[in-house]
């Protein structure tokens, strides 16, 4: 039966599918409503406690990535409010002020500013360190007359107690008008009031509570309504910043942006007059409420005992003999504390090593183990001590506040050579790794400084050279100690991480002779006031530092000590149908390759095996360590250590490789050479061509070349 013929059936059948689909679209929504999360962005003044917030309330759930179309990372996590309601966590670059001056203060303005439903942020977390409050309450009432939902997370409160500040909480959001909550994030407190604040605020439905913290469209009146006539929902702040940058955000069309381009010319918008104003009319209206909300005790005594230290740490001379004064104290104990460790790690391989030959069988997969795995690991290993030591050190220089005072100290030098102090802080980091030292040119404003900054990085001493510096210092310089305490081989030390950061310099002036950029830039900078390092944090640090070292490096040492064993053990054969066979190391597929490349660097004092090291190190620099080790583990049969293999070899003439003018060559060459991968990646990534890591990578190998070459046949 049709039951379209029948008028009844038929108008019930069409009652019923409409019902349906209303029903269904009802589901649609509530569906997406309780599936809907909220996007909160994470703000704050640079070393505010950001990032140990974000880790407390992410935990594992998340995930890195690029903002859309720059080069700046962003790290995103889940976190479970309630049973209900589960958040979008974005951790925002660090920066000062929504003024943007360099790249990633730039993403910050950009996901603040863009509605886009996609990325809209619905609340918003302002870090702000309660031992420097005047400074993060400027940035932190930026962010409210943006006109989004904001709380105030007060954060280092164990510092500003210490300082003798207490902090009026209720009164300070009172007088903020946005919710105030003080957490401590190292140890979990003050996160689940943290949570009910944001259940709050989103049960309002993302309400607007946040009043105007000063009359902000008396400042620009003209350029604020020229703003909001192509975009209406913002406020006058916003507008403010929008008349600023207008030409660098992504979310404005060609068209509007070249429009109000010529309205804000016609008005004569002058945005550096408005940014002063504005800014002393932030700091006036913080004094008031500082005054009101937060009790300190003695602020002028303490600050008056951090100039009577400057006056010293930072005198043209006195200040720059006490910083070699410092490089000198570290260097010392990495040799002199760490061989203690050291040695007991590497006697321990030892016992290792023989235990296994003798309870394992003769056969290929004990060889992989012993030879390959085994050897490798011990490589790398022996040298954790000195890795926490360095690390260990460099925290208490940031804790006290003496790392950012080194900014200030190198300024003028760094103007000589066409850079200035912000340079230095991506220089220093570079002592860690290479990698984050260059993200952290980011902070740089001006694009010529940035990119020489990013070139000539590498020449700092990173941590993976330390590996290899150690191994070489043992084997071609005495252990003496002068006066009972000035250890050769740690100034020796300390001359390589100083001889890279000249190189750095002469580098630069090179680089600034050719590269032409009319921007010029000022170097402000605001020293924190001398402290007490937090001791209960530096062996966790050390801990974690050492923890990565050990665990990324060995993911790379292990595949390559494996395929270097397999390389070290095979070779070609001349019998047909076969193609590989059980070979000696030197005719082995390794040691071909190492003889291939000898001739270009035998001039400069290295061999076959040292030519093989070379190649595998390029993956990462402290893998030269552990491929020696499973060199001369294939090679030799003995119980010796690495260092006492490497001291006794001898070339086929009968003299030693590992002479002075040997091992200076080769250190000189490892303390130049651009032997990191991961490195030319990270600078074709931040400079976003090949140009530059090319440029990057043969300068670099000329440097090392020539000094290597010079060395070894001068002495």
Sequence with gaps: MNISKIPFLNACFVDLVEISLLLRQIFWQIQHFVNKSLNIALVGNPNCGKSSLFNVLTGLN?????????????????CQINSSLTVNVIDLPGTYSLYPKSADELVTFDVLFDDDEAVKIDLILVVVDASNLKRN????????????PVIAVLTMMDIARQKGIQVDEAGLSRELGCPVVSTNPLKGKG??????????ISSRNNENVNRDFIDNYQLAPQAIDLVRYHSPNISDYAAIHLANVYNDVPFLKREVKEKLGRDLQDIHFNKTKIQASETLQR?????????????ENDPLKREMFSRQVDSILLHPIFGNLFLLLILFLIFQSIFWLAQFPMNWIDNGFQILTSFFKSVLPNNTITDLFINGILAGINGIVV??????????????????????????LTDRLMRSVGLNGKSVMPLISAVACAVPAIMAARTIENKKERLITILITPFMSCSARLPVYSILISLVIPYKTYAGFFNLQGLVMMGLYLLGF????IS????????????????????????MPRWKNMLPTMIQKARVFVFDAGKVIL?????LWGLSCYGPTSDQGKWIEKSTLENSFAGIAGKAIEPAIKPIGFDWKIGIALITSFAAREVFVSTMSTLYSVDESDDKTLREKMSSAVNQDGEKIYTLRAGLSLLLFYAFAMQCMSTLVIVKRETRSWKYPIIQFLFMGIVAYLSSWLVYNIM
């Design 137 to 148: 309450l400027l940035f932190c009432s930026q962010i409210m007359d943006l006109k989004k």
């Design 559 to 563: 595949i390559i000590s494996i395929l």
């Design 62 to 78: 998340q995930r890195v990535g690029n903002f859309p179309g720059v080069t700046v990372d962003k790290k995103t996590g889940r």
């Design 502 to 505: 000249f190189m750095a310099l």
């Design 383 to 408: 040298f954790v001590p000195q890795i926490m030591l360095l690390f260990g050190l460099i925290n208490i220089l940031e804790d006290s506040g003496y790392m950012s005072r080194i900014s200030f």
């Design 191 to 200: 996160i689940q009031h943290l949570k009910k604040q944001v259940e709050f």
């Design 283 to 295: 700091y006036a209206k913080i004094r008031k409420i500082m005054q009101a909300c937060v009790v």
């Design 508 to 531: 630069s002036w090179i680089f600034n002779l050719f590269i032409h950029v009319k921007d010029k830039s000022i170097f402000l900078m605001e020293l924190p006031v001398y402290r």
